[in-house]
């Protein structure tokens, strides 16, 4: 079983992210920076390369990386992560029908949700969980023709939601998604979100555009439920979150 870490990063003007990312397995870095290039080399005996592309949006970037994978098993990354152990080629054996399994990142400040043991994941609770923490075999992907929506998340017109909707696509597809407790890597939390700049006016409308993408006949229900269940979050009553949402 060959991993293979894909990697979604900006401006990278050497290859100190691999250090800096503790990488044990194969690699593909797609860095969004000024030039346009492609560099294959090996790091640690395992293969290596960097997708040096002169454009911007965090769906493409993992797309660009997504269909040159060529592992067994694929993860995706960012670049402000410590990848700590190796659960994930113990896990996918441990759940031999999996298409996708969903880990742990250790935070210092927790701001993302904790999976305490290990579950299914449906279209009930699905919405929890980020990029960073999901492998995949790659087989099962590319068989159902699953890819990023390149209309959403940092870098494109609507700021988030880029990770909600490749899941969504897994469960569409009738693909098998797993929650398991083990925790693969640390976030150094050493910047800034790209995209998350509060919860105002913007925020809201790309949220109802993103559920609308999702499900054209239940976004009005996917809004409602959001509003309600972040009114203390957002900048706004929830009932105007929620007519924000749906008015877009």
């Known amino acids: 079983m060959r991993i293979q870490i894909l990697v979604a990063a900006m401006n990278q003007?050497?290859?100190?992210?691999?250090?800096?990312?503790?990488?044990?397995?194969?690699?593909?870095?797609?860095?969004?920076?000024?030039?346009?290039?492609?560099?294959?080399?090996?790091?640690?005996?395992?293969?290596?390369?960097?997708?040096n592309f002169n454009e911007k949006g965090v769906g493409l970037n993992r797309n660009n990386t997504l269909m040159r994978a060529d592992g067994d098993i694929c993860l995706f990354s960012d670049d402000d992560m410590v990848y700590m152990n190796d659960y994930v080629e113990n896990a996918f054996l441990h759940y031999p029908n999996a298409d996708v399994i969903i880990f742990n990142l250790f935070e210092k400040n927790p701001t993302r949700y904790v999976i305490k043991k290990p579950m299914k994941v449906g279209y009930f609770n699905f919405l929890r969980y980020g990029t960073a923490r999901v492998a995949?075999?790659?087989?099962?992907?590319?068989?159902?023709?699953?890819?990023?929506?390149q209309c959403f998340g940092g870098g494109t017109e609507h700021c988030h939601g880029e990770d909600n909707l490749f899941l969504a696509e897994c469960l569409k597809k009738g693909l098998k998604i797993y929650a398991v407790p083990d925790f693969i890597a640390s976030l150094t939390e050493e910047r800034k979100s790209s995209w998350n700049i509060g919860y105002g006016e913007k925020y809201l409308i790309d949220q109802g555009i993103l559920y609308k993408t999702m499900s054209r006949r239940w976004y009005k229900i996917l809004c409602l439920q959001d509003a309600i269940r972040h009114r203390k979050t957002y900048d706004v009553r929830w009932w105007t979150a929620y007519h924000m949402m749906v008015e877009k």
């Open 13 to 51: 003007k050497d290859h100190n992210l691999l250090k800096k990312l503790n990488i044990r397995s194969d690699v593909i870095v797609g860095n969004q920076c000024g030039y346009d290039s492609v560099e294959h080399f090996e790091y640690n005996g395992k293969a290596a390369t960097y997708l």
């Open 136 to 149: 995949v075999k790659l087989k099962s992907i590319r068989e159902n023709g699953i890819y990023f929506n």
